[in-house]
């Protein structure tokens, strides 16, 4: 950036913010849209799943109790991801996100079989309340069918069961899907807002006016990319405390972390914003193109359904998706209250893309404008 960059482009940050107070239904959209949309979807947005990751501690290791666990494998609907003798480490992978079920088999399971006292616990992470109740109807519904092949076809099945959710106690719906909305959000402003206004400028000639004046391509990125990052983060702040305080939101974790991680995102969503703009000339192509860009992100997101149920070709397309990794963060903040080194994975994904992604477009974007 040349000598007095920085006075430039403050000077187009303030021309920017300027353009859009005196545009009433870029104002609705930016600060009024956000509200409607939390409240749309913490109110009427509902998942499913298929497809569980399963922690198992088997304290007793006997053939009866890898033949409890072989039912749940064979059911289709759980996947033993690891298996261990220590309680201890099903905690970690419930904190990690690695599981999403633990099935503790007790010790002494064969014998208090033999005498109708067997337990099994169940313990699920429920920070997606859809999936907890699901799992939890799908292994209930195992653990009793077994007990009765057990017993002889009995109506007294000889395992008590016992079962209990984390981080969602009440398999509240409202507390998964509303810390999501700050995710869709922000990347509707920065991506969708971005794309739209710069063609915008585009159309009405003022883009090739700035574009000869003393700003270089990258001040100009800069100038037409900072207001909508300061506007996503102010509906981040807005967003946030309205689930917190409006919808009882439970926030667990480090608001300072939950900041730096929407800082990571906001790089991916201006950086789609920049593309779009570059391969686009009207707004109806930039809102097509954006559309065409969004919606599947959001479906490859695990904010509709969860990604664990999703074919594994799918999966692995959605790990290039900055959207999935951003509603993990925001989730195991709000409602796990994990920290750093629990999603230091998906914050390294973020910054990847992020980074890879803004530079791209940064890159067509000063070749197309110079």
């Not at 006075?7 to 107070?21: H, N």
């Not at 064969?110 to 292994?139: F, I, W």
């Not at 939101?249 to 950086?271: R, T």
């Not at 074919?311 to 195991?332: C, K, M, Q, T």
Request: proline share 5%; net charge neutral.
């Amino acid at each position: 950036m040349t000598k007095g960059g920085p006075r430039r482009v403050g000077v187009l940050v303030r021309k920017e913010f300027l353009q859009l107070a005196r545009d009433p239904r870029m104002r609705r959209v930016l600060f009024l849209l956000p509200v409607i949309q939390l409240i749309v979807f913490g109110y009427a947005v509902s998942t499913d799943i298929r497809h569980t990751e399963t922690f198992v501690v088997d304290l007793d290791g006997t053939p009866e109790a890898r033949r409890l666990i072989e039912v749940f494998e064979s059911s289709g609907y759980f996947d033993v991801v690891e298996r261990s003798r220590r309680p201890g480490d099903l905690v970690r992978a419930l904190d990690h996100g690695d599981a999403v079920l633990g099935v503790v088999v007790s010790a002494g399971y064969a014998d208090d079989l033999s005498r109708h006292e067997a337990t099994v616990q169940l313990l699920v992470d429920g920070t997606n309340s859809n999936v907890a109740t699901v799992v939890l109807g799908y292994a209930e519904r195992i653990v009793h069918g077994h007990g009765i092949a057990v017993a002889g076809g009995g109506i007294a099945p000889p395992i008590e069961l016992r079962d209990r959710a984390w981080f969602n106690p009440d398999l509240d719906s409202r507390d998964y899907n509303v810390p999501a909305v700050v995710g869709v959000l922000i990347l509707v402003v920065c991506f969708m807002l971005t794309a739209l206004a710069i063609v915008r400028e585009r159309e009405i000639g003022t883009l090739e006016q700035l574009m000869v004046s003393p700003l270089s391509p990258l001040e100009l990125v800069m100038g037409k990319a900072i207001p909508f990052a300061l506007i996503g983060l102010f509906d981040l702040a807005v967003v946030t405390v309205i689930a917190v305080l409006w919808f009882r939101v439970p926030f667990a974790g480090s608001p300072l972390l939950l900041f730096g991680s929407s800082l990571l995102f906001l790089l991916s969503g201006l950086g789609l914003g920049l593309f779009v703009s570059t391969i686009t000339r009207t707004q109806q192509e930039a809102f097509m193109a954006s559309y065409l860009l969004f919606f599947p992100m959001i479906l490859l997101s695990g904010f509709m359904f969860p990604v664990s149920s999703m074919p594994a070709v799918f999966r692995w397309i959605s790990l290039a998706n900055p959207l999935r990794h951003f509603l993990e963060i925001v989730r195991g903040i709000f409602l796990k209250g994990v920290g750093l080194p629990e999603l230091w994975t998906q914050h390294v994904a973020l910054a990847i893309l992020g980074v890879g992604l803004l530079a791209v477009a940064a890159w067509r974007f000063e070749k197309r404008v110079g």
